[in-house]
Each structure stands twice: as structure tokens, then as C-alpha cells.
């Protein structure tokens, strides 16, 4: 499956979990939830992944824990705050270039609504990875 096509089984059932729960849980609640619902979807989807990182030629076996690794294509980083701040974003696109991977998504189930609240992050060249929109009109 392209990296696009997992992006967006993952922002929708990231909308289901939302418009069934709302907002003002703990991130581990829709950690668990949301990573049941992928399973559900048929996506492979670890919760809480140790990701190695190497540096100054050591290597360190928990460089820091993934919320989500959707596929071991994807970083599903979730926050359930007020707002999206910038140091969120940073968080995300380290995770990405610590692990190699190409694509995170930064998903906030903190707001009234979920649109506004996902942050699609790419990193390198990935090319399946075409102009596709993280959210969809819908998700208001």
C-alpha cells in the first residue's frame, strides 16, 4: 500500500475515533483506540515503538517511543491539546529523520473539530508520495 493510501485510512479513522469520542481525553486513550481502529482496517499499526537511532557511531536502542508506526511506514504522533504548537511539528519531522522514515502524520484530537488539527510532515524523496490532500472537506 502507497504511502498515500495509508495516510488516508489513517486521517479517517482518526475522524471516526473524533466525531465518536471528541476531544478532552488522554492521548493514550485515542492512542489505543485509534491503532484498534486501523487493525480493524486491516493496517498493521504498533503502539508506543521504540525507534533505534544511531549517533556519534553509537548505536542507542530507545532513541524515543513512536506513538503510532502505521504499516513501518508512518509516524503517528497524537496530541490531545488546545492547540497545535510549532514545537509539535519539530517533534514529528526529528522523529522522521532519526527513523528514516518518510511521512508523519501530527494528528490533535484536542479540538472541537479534528479539521485543522492534522499536520501531514514528508521528509526526503518519496515518490509515492503524490499532491493528496491529509484532510478532506468532511472532516468539519
Known amino acids: ?22 476531544p478532552g481525553l488522554l492521548e ?3 492512542e ?3 491503532a484498534d481502529a486501523l487493525r480493524a482496517r486491516g493496517l498493521t499499526a504498533e503502539r508506543q515503538k521504540p525507534i533505534t537511532i544511531r549517533f556519534g557511531g ?9 506513538d503510532l508506526v ?10 490531545s491539546v488546545e492547540q497545535l504548537a510549532r514545537v509539535h511539528k519539530k517533534q514529528v519531522l526529528t522523529y522522521l529523520k532519526l527513523s528514516g522514515l518518510k511521512m508523519g502524520l501530527l494528528i490533535n484530537f484536542g479540538g472541537e473539530l479534528l ?5 501531514r510532515l514528508v521528509v526526503g524523496d518519496a515518490p509515492d508520495l503524490k499532491q493528496s490532500p491529509t484532510e478532506r472537506p468532511e472532516l468539519g
Open 32 to 34: 489505543v483506540i485509534l
Open 70 to 79: 502505521v504499516e513501518g511506514q508512518v509516524i503517528v504522533e497524537l496530541k
Open 115 to 119: 479539521k485543522g488539527n492534522i499536520e
Open 1 to 22: 500500500m502507497e504511502l498515500n493510501q495509508i495516510s488516508e485510512v489513517i486521517v479517517d479513522a482518526a475522524y471516526h475515533v473524533h466525531r465518536a469520542l471528541g
Open 58 to 66: 553509537k548505536t542507542f536502542d530507545e532513541g524515543f517511543r513512536a
Open 28 to 30: 493514550s486513550v485515542y
